[in-house]
């Protein structure tokens, strides 16, 4: 039903579009200008298309740069933190203002780009997905940074407090610790420590914040709460909550009957109003649980 209502370039920003492919990866469409043509999203936006007047990189020296603001990215390397959630390949082009790069030029720009104490979540959900897990480089202040060090920074901050809730701070560092298994089997160090953080998140989560109607706390990790007339703001807690608990958890934990009830509210929420005019971030990461 969503998939079947792609976002306009004329009405939607390019934060918009973003959250709109989020949900639908790479096969997802917008509509393009007046005549409302069909293109691919992601084509559209790495070529310089832009949404509401707006394009989300434009080159910075060598490299590529995803722009920061109203419109565009919330986040520093947010927009590289969805292409990862995509699946968009490392190869694929990039078009700025007749320049032509990759996604690997970005990921270049989002290495240099780390620095100590501030939020890393989206750098650290980019790469963890486009570098092995133990490559080590060099940011543009000449300091030294690698996975590891990213997931240490991360875990310094809070989650309560953080975007969304802190759900994707949890996402950032559930993902990580994944990519580490698989490359090396095993998880140790900040790694360790991360993984030991979220499963407790996962239990409390699941054990502490879950509605009657299977939706998840209104006031995110803060503490139970349900707003039974708020839809929007109910779709907006759980959408989030679950894509990260659907992408973290051990799979036989997906039929676990509260995960179940929570799949089954958002779905019947969505499903029941599919006219309605959602939110697109709330929408998109919504959209983006069912899909996982």
């Excluded at 997802?28 to 949404?51: F, H, P």
């Excluded at 160090?189 to 239990?203: L, M, P, S």
Aim: with cysteine; glycine share 8%.
């Amino acid at each position: 039903v969503y998939k079947k209502r792609p976002l306009s370039t004329v009405e939607n920003t390019p934060w918009e579009v973003m959250h709109g492919f989020i949900a639908f990866g790479i096969p997802s469409q917008v509509r393009v200008g007046r005549s409302g043509t069909l293109v691919n999203s992601i084509g559209w936006m790495n070529m310089g298309g832009r949404c509401r007047g707006q394009v989300m990189m434009v080159p910075a020296g060598d490299l590529p740069t995803g722009l920061i603001g109203y419109g565009v990215q919330g986040h520093l390397a947010q927009y590289l933190a969805i292409l990862a959630q995509c699946r968009v390949a490392k190869e694929s082009p990039l078009k700025l203002q007749g320049r032509e790069f990759t996604v690997a030029d970005l990921v270049e720009q989002e290495k240099l780009c780390c620095r100590s104490g501030v939020e890393l979540t989206f750098t650290l959900i980019g790469l963890s997905h486009y570098l092995q897990t133990d490559e080590v480089w060099e940011s543009r202040e000449g300091e030294t940074w690698n996975l590891e060090r990213l997931v240490e920074e991360e875990l310094a901050q809070p989650v309560r407090t953080a975007a969304c809730g802190g759900t994707h701070r949890l996402f950032a560092l559930s993902y990580a610790c994944q990519r580490r298994r698989e490359a090396t089997g095993s998880l140790e160090g900040a790694f360790k420590r991360a993984d030991t953080f979220v499963r407790e998140y996962q239990v409390f989560a699941l054990s502490k914040l879950q509605n009657p109607d299977g939706s998840f706390s209104t006031e995110w990790f803060k503490f139970p709460a349900d707003r039974p007339d708020d839809i929007d703001r109910k779709v907006q807690t759980t959408g989030h909550i679950l894509e990260w608990l659907v992408a973290s958890v051990d799979q036989p934990m997906l039929y676990h009957p509260r995960i179940v009830r929570a799949t089954s509210f958002l779905a019947r929420a969505l499903a029941s109003d599919p006219s309605r005019d959602w939110k697109i971030g709330p929408m998109g990461h919504a959209l983006h649980a069912l899909t996982v």
